[in-house]
T-cell receptor, first 116, second 113 residues
Framework: AQSVTQLDSQVPVFEEAPVELRCNYS??????LFWYVQYPNQGLQLLLK??????LVKGINGFEAEFNKSQTSFHLRKPSVHISDTAEYFC??????????????FGTGTQLKVEL | DAGITQSPRYKITETGRQVTLMCHQT?????MFWYRQDLGHGLRLIYY???????DKGEVPDGYVVSRSKTENFPLTLESATRSQTSVYFC????????????FGSGTRLTVV
């Protein structure tokens, strides 16, 4: 089974500064990787996903992530954050279900707090 | 409206009571999932369903029961609620076989007192 590690539980950053949220996954075999964002009292919204192809993936709200197979990492970045980016961010990796299809295994989340 | 809806949004129940959380999706997605979200644990899979009448356990199934008589509905029942089941519960759905990721409902915040 796959596992996901998000080493940073909280990341404080000033507005307009760049940010990187780190994610490492357990397996070096082919995987599909995702970043989700959760705003307060809401469900999870897909930010971006890596299925194949270019290792640099662009998502919504100016976020991007880079897939690094040798490092088994999928770090999320934004060059300039805004107050509205304050939220919890979850990295997830696909994992096969026994009956076919896939499930997602999530990391424990990183709380991004953007300050003025 | 199209989408995935969960009800109720908030629920307080007493220890030992049975409670059912509802999940309804309008896309006819084959796969549906129940996760619980707890601080320090992220999201953990409780149960999933590959199609109507096909369900299977996830990581943390104890104390929960699911059913799926219709493709669009996937209710989660806590047979005898315990305080450790206080959590935020998310339902999600996805298309079969293709890993597009999930679409999540807005969640149910359950408090067991």
């Amino acid at each position: 089974a796959q596992s996901v590690t998000q080493l940073d539980s909280q990341v404080p950053v000033f507005e307009e500064a760049p940010v990187e949220l780190r994610c490492n996954y357990s397996s070096s075999v082919s995987v599909y990787l995702f970043w989700y964002v959760q705003y307060p009292n809401q469900g999870l919204q897909l930010l971006l996903k890596y299925l194949s192809g270019s290792t640099l993936v662009k998502g919504i709200n100016g976020f991007e992530a880079e897939f690094n197979k040798s490092q088994t990492s999928f770090h999320l970045r934004k060059p300039s954050v805004h107050i509205s980016d304050t939220a919890e961010y979850f990295c997830a990796v696909s994992d096969q279900l026994t009956g076919g299809g896939n499930k997602l295994t999530f990391g424990t989340g990183t709380q991004l707090k953007v300050e003025l | 409206d199209a989408g995935i809806t969960q009800s109720p949004r908030y629920k307080i129940t007493e220890t030992g009571r049975q409670v059912t959380l509802m999940c309804h999706q309008t896309w006819s997605h084959s796969y549906m999932f129940w996760y619980r979200q707890d601080l320090g644990h992220g999201l953990r899979l409780i149960y999933y369903s590959a199609a109507a009448d096909i369900t299977d356990k996830g990581e943390v199934p104890d104390g929960y029961v699911v059913s799926r008589s219709k493709t669009e509905n996937f209710p989660l029942t806590l047979e005898s609620a315990t305080r450790s089941q206080t959590s935020v519960y998310f339902c999600a759905s996805s298309e079969t076989q293709v890993p597009y990721g999930y679409t999540f409902g807005s969640g149910t915040r359950l408090t067991v007192v």
